[in-house]
């Protein structure tokens, strides 16, 4: 077992102090109770400013250590801006930064986010949104900030199938606070596809979301146009109703779309299209919705509904909503979504599959209501069947479940297409072979999408298949959500014991992602009065000293400031403090408004405070968002002890002290992924059927799915979204660019924990989760931690060993010996003896059998598989192909998962393409007595 470096951890925490600042929290456990290390004493959150300048003053305690300190103002490093103000000499410190625009101040909605250590494993990090507008040196404005900032915002298609231009607004944008409003785009609606204009472009500033243009577009005019778009706007562009797009022409590369130029014309091109991008994005980041020439109903036309959330640069972002959970059953033939319910729908057969396709549109079946069962003894339904699979277009998906015995699929791949239409989709070419019993059975969700990746051996594609080496149930939980095109895929999967009263929960990315909905007990002008009312009263009781910036009439203001945890002792239906006025009128000693409620209204208000204030003591402590909470995010990704800096540090000396690898060498690779894959499809046997563990499992993975998803995974630290990219680019490079994620997921995180406690919906369903299934402690964390890093191994060394190995299959008439491939023997036949192959190579892989590093007896072709390096002396006697070390083969292979081996399914990593295969001039070749490929 490798130990981890002293000097490598101590870096790697050092590095983690200066890149990871955030959400006002604590990381400490919740049993530990300390004060935070750190306080924001200007400005305050919610402060509307203005002048040339900004004056930040923080206070610092005396157990933090100092030089830990790191402040970043709209994705801008200011720590060195800061300065003591006078000597500490043991007491508090307070330290000063005087904050320009050449400081990164803009005019708008600032982001101030700062992170202090102390001694031991505490952490706090702060952060405050406040807006500024810069001011002349006589002290005018010129400009106001109107608008009280809000977390976040719907975004809501108003039109589907396009702008209408007839005098209706497209789309718009709303938010749930008392103090945000509802805009709707275009503001003044122009004419453009009645003057004969195929697209509009409208232009939102990504800081106050104010229409910045609206534009009438045809083709000749869309390039230009989309290319002087500047990062700080969105751009939502597409075809005016009525109207086909000239996709032959469109390209929306400039705003992070599609280039679709050159595509052939076929069925699958858009006709009506829609796309919300930001300017100089790059591809992937835009949100793209078309409906094809077969997509013609209602639903299914061009329309985009989401969230914008506010991330670090103070810029908003996008993320899709309506996420579906969903369970696949293998074993008992039915699948749910969003809790209906779909089986077999006739009689099976002993042996067969159910296949149930949708359209990734609008998640609508296809093929009737309940897919078609398949008998696999027959060769003409499993001819069907196949038919079926390869008639399915990239915008649909199905549901495949297999049972029993599969005699009809026994035929090798080459002879059988069903099983090469099936492995294409991400269902392994061996699980048929594998089906050898009345029980066995599988699961799985495919697509023909190719970019649904096949991502080995943590397949992105849901697959599970019992009976099987390495803990699959032929049961799967998870969440579909959309991707860049609108269209659904799996974005978290799990193994599942269905059967069990306490399975893996995989609610949190569809409870998150809710869209706002109104508060509740606001739907008349009483109410709304009692409310405000309530939260004046609450907040001069509980800051009367200093009442904090921001409304005096809206104490939901304060649930995304790191006040937010003082509500949570506050009893408004019971306490004196805030019982009914005399008359039923109160006016704002703050701002002078009176308030005439009902008494009713006022007990139906305080009561609903009440539990909203009771669902943030159950969800401020668990999330983090507490001075006494820990930061979840932290504790499994970020603190010391959490498992990924110990991945990082203990993967960094394996690779540094492995003589095969390339320092330099590149290697595609994203922490985002790793993430994603460390909690995918990976077995956990200490979660499935715990009634503790179990639901949490699900609840943690989509944590960090959710922190990777929101759009603020920001590599270029721009304020612009990068989809897709690949953080660490060499393997020197390892323990820099794992630090530079950590920074970009602590920002995101701040989105995720806005949006927790932003709308009563998602707050209500996570408290009750809290306090009903997902138990957690440290040593809950601890024991996710296992799981974890076995996913995030498969990952990575899957990703690593393409850069450095390739997969050979060989072919010989009996067991290949692996020692002895690619060495000559004599083969005499009549007095005449002539060198020949040991083994002969191919780039085909067979289904029928595959291992490691030996063979087992020929069921057909192929009988040996082997990871090899480049080829010395191809075409010669000296031809050589190194191997690797038995360490390396033991710790990918081995079953030992305590003792820190992998458990690779070799079935699946050896004939699903995990490394590519070599073919053609690469192909191992021994020039001595003309010995070449078969």
Known sequence: MQMISGACSRRLTALLALASVGYAASTTTPSAQRAPLLTVTSPQAGAQLNGQSLLAEIQIQPEAIRNTLAAVLNGKDITGQFAVKAPCRGAVCTETALLTQADGLIKGQNVLRLRIKGWGANTTRARVVFAWTPGNPTGVNDGDVTELPQPNYNFTTLTPGGYRSTGEPWFQISSNGLHGVTRTYPAQPPMCGGRGYTYTLVQIDRNNLNEVATTCLNTPDVDAALKAVPSTQFAVFGTNSTYNADWQNLNTLPIGGTDFRGNAPSAEVPYGYMVLGIGKAPYGVAMESYNTGYEVNETSLTQIQGALTRNGHSLFDYHPVDYITYSIDGPNKRATFDGQRFTVPSAVPTTGFWVFPFTRNTFAPLAGTQGVVYDATKAADLTAMNTLLSNLTWRQMAVVIGWGKQPGLSLPQSLNPLVTTLASMGVPYTTIQQMTTDQSAMAALVTPDPTVAIALPNRRVPFSMTPSENGQTGQLVGSLGRDKYYLYRSMYTAQADLSSSSPIDASFLKTIWLPNSTWPMMH????????????????????????????????????????????????????????????????????????????????????????????????????????????????????????????????????????????????????????????????????????????????????????????????????????????????????????????????????????????????????????????????????????????????????????????????????????????????????????????????????????????????????????ATPIKDNESKLMTVQTPGADLGLMLFGTEQANGQFAMPKDVWFTMGALPVRSGADSPQYGYGGCVLP
């Open 524 to 867: 008349s002008t009483s109410r709304v009065n009692a409310y405000k009312y309530l939260s004046n009263r609450i907040l001069h009781v509980v800051w009367p000293d200093k009442l904090p910036a921001g409304p005096t009439d809206d104490i939901r203001y304060i649930y995304t400031s790191a006040g937010a945890s003082l509500l949570t002792k506050v009893n408004p239906d019971a306490d004196p403090a805030f019982t009914y006025p005399v008359g039923g009128t109160y006016t704002n000693p703050d701002t002078g408004e009176s308030y005439v409620f009902t008494e009713s209204d006022l007990s139906g208000v305080a009561k609903q405070l009440r539990a909203e204030f009771t669902a943030l003591a159950q969800v401020l402590p668990f999330l983090g968002t507490s001075t006494t909470g820990a930061n979840l995010l932290g504790r499994l990704i970020e603190n010391d002890n959490a498992w990924m800096p110990a991945w990082v540090t203990s993967n960094t000396i394996i690779l540094n002290q492995s003589p095969w690898v390339n320092q330099s060498g590149p290697i595609g690779f994203s922490f985002d992924d790793l993430v994603y894959q460390s909690s995918a499809l990976t077995p956990n046997q200490a979660a499935m059927g715990n009634p503790l563990f179990a639901p949490i499992e699900g609840m943690l993975g989509e944590l960090v799915i959710a922190v990777g998803s929101t759009g603020a995974m920001d590599v270029n630290n721009s304020g612009v979204p990068t989809a897709g990219y690949a953080a660490n680019t060499t393997i020197k490079d390892f323990v820099f660019n794992y630090v530079t994620w950590v920074g970009n997921a602590d920002r995101a995180y701040d989105q995720i924990m806005d949006l927790a406690v932003s709308d009563w919906n998602r707050l209500q369903i996570l408290s009750q989760a809290i306090k009903s299934k997902w138990f957690l402690d440290d040593y809950t964390v601890l024991d996710h931690s296992p799981t974890l890093q076995l996913g995030a191994n498969r990952f990575f060394y899957t990703t690593f060993m393409r850069t450095y190995y390739s997969h050979d299959a060989y072919w010989f008439t009996s067991t290949t010996d692996p020692l002895k491939v690619g060495s000559m023997k004599e083969e005499c036949s009549f007095g005449s003896c002539t060198p020949q192959c040991r083994g002969v190579y191919t780039d085909s892989p067979s289904p029928n059998s595959s291992t490691a590093f030996s063979s087992f007896p020929p069921n057909g072709k192929y009988d040996l598989f082997q990871i």
